[in-house]
């Protein structure tokens, strides 16, 4: 609220004469000024210039909604221009029409600025002109007057009736020249005027029956206007006595919410005569005003005054009634007394409150103490009556401040929460002190303005998304969303994604998100062989101003899809061929003939590998364990079993569907086992690839026959290269290693490709490293340099299909000097000689 409400009421300024306005109150900016009084001038005329009297800056007039407040209904008389501050007319005043009789007519205004709030009361006196001439409400007055009427004898006359106040209402009477009356004016309590005739000649009734006179009103403008009346003055014959009233003037006092037809006050006159000489007639005298004829009536034979019409205590206090009485005998004499009805008032007017909101919506972050609301009460009534308290409602942040009398602003007492109440219905009541009290209530509506105080929130902490592989690109995935309790833009959120990487690549390659609904979206086709999960950051931001965001995680699940059949590694067909095997016929039910091994890049149950024999030249005599791949002998051979026994076996993951993979060997039935290199080998499954614990897996490399008519030629060759590796294999534990490729049928993934390294005396052999066969990076080290007694193999599944390349270094010690044996013509190694061939 500005300094204009909080300071004291100070007294109009000293008035300065000026010719347009007739006297225009000027001083500085204030509380309750009088800037200027203004006649009935036309519209558009000037009445004061507020800019300059009340201190504003009349530029910023307009900005801060600088006007007039006015109650509702109310016409406006008044207006100001906003570009120069200027007071004017903006219709034609017509005090008469506005303050009809009273002394004193203001107009009263509140001007009402805002940023920061400022009222200030203005009062503008309308000045009376003398627009309108004294009337007499008959143009021809009777007057009987009795021949015995003695000298000096007072008879009132009819009043003349002039709406304009002060100086320019009735001022004095005048009577044309005549030998028998003279004129005396009298003034009432009010100040107005009537005239009574004086007799100064006696009259004789048989010398002039009829006297005429001209009476004349003159009211005291500038100029003067005039109005007249004849008066017929009827001399009568004599009677002796008059009627007399118990006393000349008569005080009575009644409510102003006295029924008509209430008893105003019994007059009592007497007459000494008898007969209709001393019959006595009672009626207003000439003068008594119109309105008072209006309110009260008069009972020509009782003497009873009566009330007439309603009373109103706020528009006249106070009622004068002159009464007269006479006989009804010839020539009649009037006597007259005057009755003072004093109203007293009575509590019929309930306050009227007028509400003028300055400052609606009403900012949530808005100050205690920030104005919402001018208010303005009025009570008609007087004394208590018009005393008027106004308070508002409970439970709600909103007080009434008394800013001067009967006017009180409406302001905040504590801070305001759009999302808890986004609207306050603000009761004001106004009581009077009266008894009993009357009251008035009104309710201003103040709604509450957004401020972008409340940062989004999601729903969830965090997310947890779970997505099958080889899902389609541009598929979504699925969708977050936030709240934010605030309302229009500062509750208009968008989705974003945080930057970061995934594997080394931008996160905005995997997934995208729709900014305004949260959904996301796959870019690419996942795998769950490559990546398993990976974890984004959702931002999400309100449109207000500074905007507010919040951030959620979200963990993405790959979940593994069956798309990769088994790979069968052992055993190993040569050249494409089948796998063969020689079982020697006097093996034993249980023997042991080899081991399929194989393995799935997949996990879980789509890895969980089992085996069957699906084809077998006799069922009877071979058997496949289930989940360990071993193929075993059921019984002993007989004389009748073929030598040759083909056998397939499969191997099934157990995804839905599942896939499969088949193997074929051919086993031949002899007598004597050769010390031959078999095409089974045992391959250990690393503990990722695998259900089982690890296995050994065993590679028995063949070295094929040497021609005997080359063999000093080799001899010759071996020793010095012998000679030579023994000096290598010192260092490094291991012959020259050598690589064997196997391509898997039924579209599995690409051959693996294995390269063995081996040793004498190779009691065991170990998985050393696995990777692909792919030109090393430069990040990666030498395939032979990775190798190292004693260490496991280690699987990789990369994303490029490439061959596998399986190093196995035996853990022996170095290798002695070879040895050459001939046995049928074919080289053999006997681990069990110390690597003697």
């Known amino acids: 609220m500005g300094s204009a409400l909080s300071r004291a009421v100070i007294p109009p300024a000293p008035v300065i004469k000026n010719s347009a306005l007739q006297g225009k109150r000027l001083g500085p900016a204030r509380r309750g000024t009088r800037p200027g009084d203004l006649a009935e001038l036309e519209h558009g005329a000037f009445v004061a210039n507020l800019g300059e009297d009340l201190g504003l800056d009349v530029s910023t007039l307009s900005a801060r909604r600088f006007r007039i407040v006015s109650r509702a209904g109310a016409r406006q008389h ?19 029409e506005v303050c009809e009789a009273r002394g004193t007519c203001l107009l009263h205004l509140q001007l009402l600025v805002e940023s920061p709030l400022e009222l200030y009361r203005v009062e503008v006196e309308v000045l009376d002109i003398n627009d309108h001439a ?32 002060g100086t320019n209402s009735v001022h004095t009477y005048r009577l044309s020249p005549n030998g028998f009356f003279s004129l005396e004016v009298q003034t009432r309590s009010d100040t107005s005027k009537f005239a009574e005739l004086v007799l100064e000649r006696a009259l004789d009734r048989e010398q002039q029956r009829v006297h005429r006179v001209l009476l004349t009103a003159l009211d005291g403008g500038v100029p003067e206007r005039s109005g007249t009346a004849h008066i017929l003055v009827t001399v009568l014959d004599a009677n002796d006595n008059v009627p007399a009233f118990d006393q000349p003037s008569y005080g009575v006092s009644l409510p102003e919410d006295a029924p008509a037809g209430t008893l105003v006050i019994q007059l009592n006159a007497t007459d000494l ?51 007269q009485a006479k006989d009804r005998g010839p020539s009649a004499v009037a006597v007259h007394c005057r009755v003072l009805v004093h109203l007293l008032d009575v509590n019929d007017n ?30 008609r009534d007087s004394g208590d009556n018009g005393r008027v308290s106004c308070e508002v409602g409970p439970d709600v942040p909103f007080e009434l401040r008394s800013s001067f009398r009967n006017y009180y602003t409406l302001v905040t007492t504590q801070a305001l929460d759009r999302e808890v109440v986004p609207e306050y219905n603000v009761s004001i009541t106004a009581r009077d002190m009266g008894s009993p009290a009357l009251l008035t209530r009104s309710t201003l509506t103040v709604p509450v303005s957004d401020v972008n105080d409340n940062a989004p929130h999601f729903l969830q902490p965090s997310y947890s998304v779970y997505v099958m592989e080889n899902n389609a690109p541009g598929a979504s995935i ?43 979206y796959a870019l690419r086709s996942l795998d769950y062989e490559q990546i398993r999960s990976f974890q984004i950051e959702v931002q999400a931001q309100d449109a207000g101003f500074p905007p507010l965001s919040a951030n959620v995680t979200v963990h993405i699940f790959v979940l593994d899809q069956n798309d990769n059949a088994p790979v069968i590694v052992s055993p190993m067909p040569r050249n494409g061929s089948v796998a063969t095997e020689l079982v020697p016929r006097s093996a034993r039910p249980g023997y042991l003939v080899g081991t399929v091994s194989a393995v799935d890049a997949d996990a879980g149950l789509n890895s969980r590998l089992s085996y069957q024999l699906l084809q077998a030249t006799d069922f009877t005599l071979f058997s496949v364990a289930p989940d360990t791949g071993e193929l075993r002998t059921l019984r002993s051979f007989l004389e009748q079993d073929a030598t040759q026994q083909r056998l397939v076996v499969q191997v099934r993951d157990g995804g839905q569907p599942a896939l499969s993979a088949t193997v074929s060997l051919l086993l031949s039935v002899v007598e004597t086992m050769p010390q031959t290199l078999s095409d089974f080998s045992e391959f250990s499954l ?30 010759i060759l071996t020793a010095i290269r012998c000679r030579r590796e023994q000096r290598s294999c010192q260092g490094d534990g291991c012959s020259p290693p050598s690589a064997t490729c196997l391509d898997v049928p039924g579209g599995g993934p690409p051959g693996y490709c294995y390269k063995v390294c081996l040793g004498p005396e190779s009691a065991q052999s170990d998985f050393m490293f696995l990777k692909p066969c792919s030109p090393p990076r430069n990040n990666e080290k030498d395939p032979g340099k990775l190798s190292q007694p004693g260490q496991h193999l280690q699987v990789s599944k990369q994303v490029t299909p490439c061959p596998v390349v399986l190093t196995v270094a035996p853990r022996v010690p170095p290798a002695p000097s070879l040895s050459l044996c001939r046995e049928r013509n074919q080289a053999r190694l006997f681990p069990e000689n110390n690597g003697c061939l």
């Not at 207006?79 to 200027?86: A, D």
């Open 78 to 96: 008044l207006e100001v221009n906003l570009e120069n501050g200027i007071l004017f007319v903006n219709e034609r005043i017509d005090r008469e």
């Open 134 to 165: 004294p009337t007499f409400p008959w143009q021809e007055y009777v007057l009987e007057v009795a021949e015995s009427a003695v000298l000096g004898a007072r008879f009132p006359l009819e009043s003349a009736q002039d709406p304009d106040v």
């Open 273 to 323: 005569d008898e007969g209709p000489n001393g019959e006595i007639e009672y009626s207003f005298s000439g003068h008594a005003p119109p309105h008072v004829r209006e309110l009260f009536h008069i009972e020509p034979r009782s003497g009873q005054v009566l009330l007439k019409g309603s009373l109103d205590y706020e528009r006249a206090s106070l009622h004068e009634l002159y009464v």
């Open 350 to 379: 309930a306050p009227e409150v007028t509400l003028t909101s300055v400052s609606t919506p009403v900012l949530e972050d808005a100050p205690p103490g920030t104005v919402i609301a001018v208010i303005s009460v009025l009570d």
């Open 478 to 520: 699925c969708s977050v969303s936030a709240l934010d309790p605030d309302c229009q833009q500062n509750a208009y959120l968008s989705y974003s994604i945080a930057d970061g990487h995934i594997h080394g690549m931008p996160v905005g390659t995997y997934v995208s998100i729709n900014s305004d609904s949260g959904h996301m």
């Open 686 to 715: 690393p503990p990722e690839a695998s259900s089982s614990s690890p296995l050994t897996l065993y590679l028995l490399v063949s070295l094929g026959s040497i021609s005997f008519t080359f063999l000093l030629a080799i001899l």
